[in-house]
C-alpha cells in the first residue's frame, strides 16, 4: 500500500509539473506573437485612407424645373478620385452660387450637382428651364397695387384677375370682376426669376424697386385666355397661400362679382329710374320725311 501510494505521488508531481510548464510556454509565446504584430504594425505605419473632398448634393430629389433653394442642398464627403471637373466643390464654391438656379432634369437624393446639370439666372434658356413639359410663359403689366405692392415673388402661386367696365349702350357705367385664371404659379418678375436678385444688402427682406411686369407659367389654353383678357381690363394679382398647395393645372373662371354685387351706390339711383320711366310715357308724334317715317318724343310731356 505504501508502495502504491509513493508511485501515485511520483505521478501526481509529474503531472503537475507538465501543466506547469505548458502554461509559461503558452504564455511565452502569446507574449512573443503580440510583439512581432507591434513590430509589423510599425513598420507599416498607420492605415492609408482614399482622399475625399467636399462637393455639393442635393438633399432630396429635385424634379426638373424646380427653383434651387439653399435648404435643398448640402455639403458631402466624396471620393476625390471620383469627383468630377462640373462638380460644385467646397474649395472652388459656395452655396450661395446655386441659389435661384433651375434644375434641367431630376436630379436622385444624395446626388452632386453639376454646373451642365442646373441653369443659372441670366442664361439666355433660363427661362425655358424654369417651365415644366406643356406650360407657356406669358407676361402681364403689373403695378403696386395689382401686383400686391411688390409681395408676389417667383415660385408664389397668384389668381388672375380681370376688371373691366360693361358698355351698355349709354347707360351709366357698370363694372364687373373676374377671376379667369386660378392657381398660376409666378415664373419671373421684370427680368428676374429668383427673388434674391436686387436686394438691399443692408435689408434682404427689402426689394429695391415695384416690378412693372410679371412673366406667368399657363397652359397653352391658359395663354390664350390671358391674351384676350388683357385686351379687355385691367388684369391684378391675388396672392395665394403657401398653405392652399398647388394644382395640377390653372383653373377657368371661378368667380365673379359686379359692382351691383360689391355695392349698393352702383344700383340705379331713383331719380334716373323717374327720368327714365317719364321718357317712356311722353307724347310721341310720327314725322314722315321723304317718304321715311321716324318716332319723335314731344318736349314737355304734353303740357301746355
Known amino acids: 500500500m505504501l508502495l502504491l501510494s509513493a508511485r501515485r505521488l511520483k505521478f501526481l508531481s509529474l503531472a503537475l509539473?507538465?501543466?506547469?510548464?505548458?502554461?509559461?510556454?503558452?504564455?511565452?509565446?502569446?507574449?512573443?506573437?503580440?510583439?512581432?504584430?507591434?513590430?509589423?504594425?510599425?513598420?507599416?505605419?498607420?492605415?492609408?485612407?482614399?482622399?475625399?473632398?467636399?462637393?455639393?448634393?442635393?438633399?432630396?430629389?429635385?424634379p426638373a424645373g424646380t427653383i434651387l433653394r439653399p435648404d435643398q442642398v448640402?455639403?458631402?464627403?466624396?471620393?476625390?478620385?471620383?469627383?468630377?471637373?462640373?462638380y460644385f466643390t467646397q474649395a472652388n464654391s459656395q452655396i450661395a452660387q446655386v441659389q435661384g438656379a433651375v434644375a434641367r432634369s431630376s436630379i436622385a437624393?444624395?446626388?452632386?450637382?453639376?454646373?451642365?446639370?442646373?441653369?443659372?439666372?441670366?442664361d439666355r434658356s433660363f427661362m425655358a428651364?424654369?417651365?415644366?413639359?406643356?406650360?407657356?410663359?406669358?407676361?402681364?403689366?403689373?403695378?403696386?397695387?395689382?401686383?400686391?405692392?411688390?409681395?408676389?415673388?417667383?415660385?408664389?402661386?397668384?389668381?388672375?384677375?380681370?376688371?373691366?367696365?360693361?358698355?351698355?349702350?349709354?347707360?351709366?357705367?357698370r363694372f364687373v370682376s373676374e377671376t379667369v385664371l386660378?392657381?398660376?404659379?409666378?415664373?419671373?418678375?421684370?427680368?428676374?426669376?429668383?427673388?434674391?436678385?436686387?436686394?438691399?444688402?443692408?435689408?434682404?427682406?427689402?426689394?429695391?424697386?415695384?416690378?412693372?411686369?410679371?412673366?406667368?407659367?399657363?397652359?397653352?389654353?391658359?395663354?390664350?385666355?390671358?391674351?384676350v383678357v388683357g385686351e379687355l381690363g385691367k388684369l391684378s394679382l391675388s396672392l395665394r397661400s403657401l398653405a392652399d398647395g398647388s394644382q395640377p393645372a390653372e383653373h377657368r373662371v371661378v368667380t365673379r362679382t359686379s359692382d351691383r354685387d360689391a355695392t349698393q351706390m352702383a344700383a340705379v339711383r331713383p331719380a334716373a329710374r323717374k327720368a327714365t320711366a317719364a321718357a317712356a310715357k311722353a307724347p310721341q308724334v310720327e314725322v314722315i320725311r321723304g317718304g321715311q317715317s321716324s318716332t319723335v318724343a314731344v318736349a314737355g310731356g304734353g303740357q301746355s
Open 182 to 227: 386660378s392657381d398660376v404659379r409666378v415664373v419671373g418678375l421684370d427680368q428676374r426669376a429668383n427673388d434674391a436678385k436686387d436686394k438691399d444688402p443692408k435689408d434682404p427682406k427689402k426689394d429695391i424697386a415695384v416690378p412693372q411686369t410679371a412673366t406667368l407659367e399657363v397652359t397653352p389654353k391658359g395663354a390664350e385666355v390671358v391674351a
Open 109 to 122: 437624393a444624395g446626388q452632386p450637382l453639376t454646373r451642365d446639370g442646373v441653369v443659372q439666372p441670366g
Open 17 to 62: 509539473l507538465m501543466s506547469g510548464g505548458t502554461v509559461v510556454l503558452t504564455h511565452q509565446w502569446l507574449q512573443g506573437a503580440e510583439m512581432r504584430a507591434a513590430t509589423q504594425a510599425r513598420a507599416q505605419g498607420p492605415a492609408v485612407t482614399a482622399p475625399q473632398t467636399r462637393v455639393l448634393v442635393v438633399r432630396s430629389a429635385v
Open 129 to 173: 428651364a424654369v417651365l415644366r413639359p406643356g406650360y407657356r410663359a406669358v407676361t402681364i403689366n403689373v403695378s403696386a397695387s395689382t401686383a400686391v405692392a411688390g409681395f408676389v415673388m417667383p415660385g408664389d402661386h397668384v389668381d388672375l384677375i380681370l376688371s373691366r367696365n360693361l358698355d351698355e349702350g349709354g347707360q351709366a357705367k
Open 74 to 86: 448640402q455639403w458631402q464627403a466624396w471620393p476625390t478620385e471620383a469627383v468630377n471637373a462640373a
